[in-house]
């Protein structure tokens, strides 16, 4: 959703005022089964498409991007309440992305990293894009950091 800004309308010849980013978060998860090397996956919302992601992530972090994969997962419907009513969770949209070279996955908390998801070859160093998301929740929102795998310093 776009903020309501007012700006001054736009004539010929006299440059663009707007910047245009986008209203999507898309979050970095840890695979529940393993995964070939230069697949990550990505939790989006379900308004975004295929070509929407592969845009954001090859215009905005210049990530080279293979194929993408996008299923919806369904939410759990199993709790209840105290009134013994079922309660969904809410649907959500799963893409399975797959790159042109292999990278590493970083995952971070508040600073603190959770692990390193090693990857097999290092790409060229003009890849040195990171890409970061932020999860939407209450509280702090923990960080996702994600960038290529870097060749070892000799």
Same mark, same amino acid.
């Given at each position: @959703?776009?903020?309501?800004?007012?700006?001054?309308?736009?004539?010929?010849?006299? /440059?663009?005022?707007?910047?245009?980013?986008?209203? #999507?978060?898309?979050?970095?998860?840890?695979?529940? @089964?393993?995964? =070939?090397? *230069?697949?990550?996956? #990505?939790?989006?919302? @379900?308004?975004?498409?295929?070509? *929407?992601?592969?845009?954001?992530?090859?215009?905005?972090?210049?990530? =080279?991007?293979?194929?993408?994969?996008?299923?919806?997962? &369904?939410?759990?419907?199993? %709790?209840?309440?105290?009134?013994?009513?079922?309660?969904?969770?809410?649907?959500?949209?799963?893409?399975?992305?797959?790159?042109?070279?292999? #990278?590493?996955?970083?995952?971070?908390? *508040?600073?603190?990293?959770?692990?390193?998801?090693? %990857?097999?070859?290092?790409? /060229?160093?003009?890849?040195?894009?990171?890409?970061?998301?932020?999860?939407?929740?209450?509280? /702090?929102?923990? &960080?996702?950091?994600?960038?290529?795998?870097?060749?070892?310093? &000799?």
């Amino acid at each position: @959703m776009a903020r309501n800004v007012l700006y001054p309308l736009y004539q010929l010849g006299n /440059p663009q005022l707007r910047v245009f980013r986008t209203n #999507f978060f898309i979050q970095l998860v840890r695979p529940g @089964m393993a995964q =070939p090397e *230069d697949t990550v996956q #990505f939790r989006i919302p @379900m308004e975004m498409t295929r070509v *929407d992601l592969r845009n954001y992530l090859e215009r905005i972090y210049h990530v =080279p991007v293979a194929a993408v994969r996008t299923r919806v997962q &369904h939410g759990s419907n199993r %709790r209840r309440d105290y009134r013994n009513v079922r309660i969904k969770k809410p649907d959500y949209k799963v893409a399975h992305v797959q790159l042109i070279r292999s #990278f590493s996955a970083r995952l971070e908390v *508040d600073g603190a990293a959770l692990g390193v998801l090693a %990857r097999a070859a290092p790409p /060229p160093p003009i890849l040195g894009a990171a890409l970061r998301c932020v999860t939407r929740g209450g509280g /702090p929102a923990p &960080h996702v950091a994600w960038g290529p795998l870097l060749p070892p310093a &000799h």
